[in-house]
């Protein structure tokens, strides 16, 4: 056999090298060319990862993107055979604020297949997670109504859940519902009407209302009680506007601190934010309510027979916090509904109450009868708190006894209005976020896009 001359060239034997090359070199301008219009829908808002503000002084900039990239677009998908997305509900303004978003979001009701009902039953809430805050709302009345793929952001920033941070938002967002409770939408002809609710842990709930919650005197957000074992008068919209405008008067014409001010008006800090959603309509948390029972109980009870009893569910306690996540909670009732036997430490009985509450918390719509089985649990939880006067009773636990009865009466469901949804947005955010955080810049644009995809686009 004939030896093979060596080349000059290294490569010269590796048969169908120029294929390759030239295979690489086409996908290399077919990325360069997707590159470009990813370039073209990045705003410079989003790539600041959506802050809110009033500046307006790059909308011109944006519009003259917004008319390059829909030149781009024709050309790009002829010679690379690349489906592109176009953001057009996004395209008509530059930051992410509430009043547009909110406008855009309900405007999509248009794309729906089917509407369930002439009334539209809508919940806003919002939560702060990795010290980013997500204001959204959802239809309860739509299949899977707590899926993360329902809810419809209509802001995002960086920073808490307070009232400070968010009252800009709301007040706009308020301006809207003012104007869709009293004209409803229009669509396809038929006349919509919708009925808004609002929920969140209490924290965001207090933000909301304008009520001091935590440790004040009157921690209660529904009631003016004192005491977390007793229900107290329930408080009102009005009442709350007005014992506002009482500590407004009273600071310009005396010296009381504000502090004692709101203490002696009902411990109220604010005006609520949203006024046209009753107090009625807001929704105790299932998710946040039910994880404090089963944390405090868990504390309490200081057992080593639990821990055995957890043990095959694979769960850790939230890093630097001796207290497991809403998740973890819920495996662990699961399991004391499934196998209650398996238990044999303190406080059996309560935590087989906890779960047998728990869920009843689906985001499904309740039955009369299991509307009468979650009351009776309710009774029965207040019994056995009783017998234990050492347990202390917190906000969360105050809210299940006294208050989440007369919602799920009156509304016939609890989870279908609940904030468990807003806590799965946070993992899918966070996501995204692994997927952003990446020394390819390839890489971060197209896990950016697929956020804001994910987030703006995707029909309900």
């Given at each position: 056999?004939?030896a093979v001359?060596?080349s000059?060239?290294p490569?010269?034997?590796l048969a169908?090298?120029?294929l390759?090359?030239k295979r690489?070199k086409?996908?290399?301008e077919?990325k360069k060319k997707?590159?470009?219009?990813m370039e073209?829908i990045r705003?410079?808002?989003?790539?600041?990862?959506?802050?809110?503000?009033e500046?307006t002084?790059?909308?011109?900039?944006v519009k003259d993107?917004?008319?390059?990239?829909?030149?781009?677009i024709?050309?790009?998908?002829?010679?690379?055979?690349?489906?592109?997305?176009?953001?057009k509900?996004i395209?008509?303004f530059t930051?992410?604020?509430?009043?547009s978003?909110f406008?855009?979001s309900?405007?999509?009701l248009k794309?729906m297949?089917?509407?369930p009902s002439?009334r539209?039953?809508?919940?806003?809430?919002g939560?702060?997670?990795?010290?980013?805050?997500?204001l959204?709302?959802?239809?309860n009345?739509l299949k899977?109504p707590?899926?993360?793929?329902?809810?419809?952001?209509?802001?995002?920033?960086?920073?808490?859940d307070s009232?400070?941070?968010m009252?800009d938002?709301?007040?706009e967002v308020?301006?809207?519902l003012k104007?869709l409770l009293?004209e409803?939408v229009e669509?396809n002809?038929?006349k919509?009407?919708?009925?808004?609710?609002?929920?969140?842990?209490l924290?965001?709930?207090?933000?909301?209302?304008?009520?001091q919650?935590?440790s004040?005197k009157?921690f209660?957000?529904?009631?003016k009680t004192?005491k977390?074992?007793e229900?107290?008068p329930?408080r009102?919209i009005?009442?709350?506007?007005q014992n506002?405008?009482n500590?407004k008067e009273k600071l310009k014409s005396?010296?009381?601190?504000?502090?004692?001010?709101?203490?002696q008006?009902?411990?109220?800090?604010?005006?609520?934010?949203l006024p046209?959603?009753?107090?009625e309509?807001i929704?105790?948390?299932?998710?946040?309510c039910c994880?404090?029972?089963c944390?405090?109980?868990?504390?309490f009870?200081?057992?080593?027979?639990?821990?055995?009893?957890?043990k095959?569910?694979?769960i850790k306690?939230?890093q630097?916090?001796?207290e497991?996540?809403?998740?973890?909670?819920r495996?662990i009732?699961q399991?004391f509904?499934k196998t209650?036997?398996?238990?044999?430490g303190?406080?059996?009985?309560?935590f087989?109450t906890i779960?047998?509450i728990?869920?009843?918390?689906?985001?499904?719509m309740?039955?009369?009868a299991?509307?009468?089985?979650l009351?009776?649990?309710?009774?029965e939880?207040k019994?056995?708190l009783n017998d234990?006067?050492?347990f202390k009773?917190g906000?969360?636990?105050?809210a299940i006894?006294f208050?989440?009865?007369p919602?799920v009466?009156?509304?016939?469901?609890?989870?279908?209005?609940s904030?468990q949804g807003?806590?799965?947005?946070?993992?899918?955010?966070?996501e995204?976020e692994k997927r952003k955080?990446s020394?390819?810049?390839e890489?971060?644009k197209?896990?950016f896009?697929?956020?804001?995809?994910m987030?703006f686009?995707?029909?309900?």
């Amino acid at each position: 056999m004939k030896a093979v001359k060596s080349s000059t060239d290294p490569h010269a034997s590796l048969a169908g090298l120029k294929l390759v090359q030239k295979r690489i070199k086409k996908n290399n301008e077919r990325k360069k060319k997707v590159s470009k219009i990813m370039e073209k829908i990045r705003r410079d808002k989003y790539k600041k990862r959506i802050k809110f503000d009033e500046e307006t002084e790059c909308e011109e900039e944006v519009k003259d993107n917004e008319s390059e990239r829909e030149k781009l677009i024709p050309e790009v998908q002829k010679e690379s055979n690349v489906e592109v997305i176009q953001l057009k509900g996004i395209s008509n303004f530059t930051d992410i604020t509430a009043p547009s978003a909110f406008k855009y979001s309900i405007a999509r009701l248009k794309n729906m297949k089917k509407i369930p009902s002439r009334r539209l039953r809508i919940t806003i809430g919002g939560d702060t997670g990795d010290k980013r805050t997500k204001l959204c709302f959802n239809l309860n009345d739509l299949k899977n109504p707590q899926s993360c793929y329902r809810y419809l952001i209509f802001a995002e920033y960086d920073g808490d859940d307070s009232r400070e941070n968010m009252v800009d938002i709301l007040e706009e967002v308020e301006i809207d519902l003012k104007k869709l409770l009293k004209e409803g939408v229009e669509i396809n002809g038929v006349k919509y009407f919708f009925q808004f609710y609002a929920t969140g842990d209490l924290k965001f709930i207090c933000s909301l209302l304008g009520c001091q919650g935590g440790s004040s005197k009157k921690f209660c957000c529904f009631c003016k009680t004192e005491k977390h074992i007793e229900e107290g008068p329930d408080r009102t919209i009005e009442e709350i506007n007005q014992n506002y405008q009482n500590i407004k008067e009273k600071l310009k014409s005396s010296k009381t601190k504000e502090n004692i001010l709101r203490q002696q008006n009902e411990s109220v800090c604010g005006y609520p934010l949203l006024p046209s959603i009753p107090i009625e309509n807001i929704c105790p948390p299932a998710l946040h309510c039910c994880m404090a029972l089963c944390n405090k109980l868990r504390i309490f009870s200081k057992s080593s027979k639990f821990d055995e009893f957890i043990k095959d569910l694979n769960i850790k306690p939230i890093q630097g916090r001796d207290e497991y996540n809403g998740n973890a909670c819920r495996k662990i009732l699961q399991k004391f509904r499934k196998t209650p036997d398996a238990y044999d430490g303190p406080n059996k009985s309560l935590f087989t109450t906890i779960a047998d509450i728990e869920c009843y918390a689906k985001a499904e719509m309740l039955k009369e009868a299991e509307i009468k089985l979650l009351e009776n649990l309710i009774k029965e939880l207040k019994h056995q708190l009783n017998d234990i006067p050492s347990f202390k009773i917190g906000n969360k636990i105050h809210a299940i006894l006294f208050h989440l009865m007369p919602f799920v009466i009156r509304e016939k469901s609890w989870g279908i209005f609940s904030e468990q949804g807003i806590e799965a947005i946070h993992a899918k955010f966070a996501e995204f976020e692994k997927r952003k955080i990446s020394k390819k810049f390839e890489k971060s644009k197209y896990a950016f896009f697929e956020m804001l995809r994910m987030t703006f686009i995707k029909e309900m």
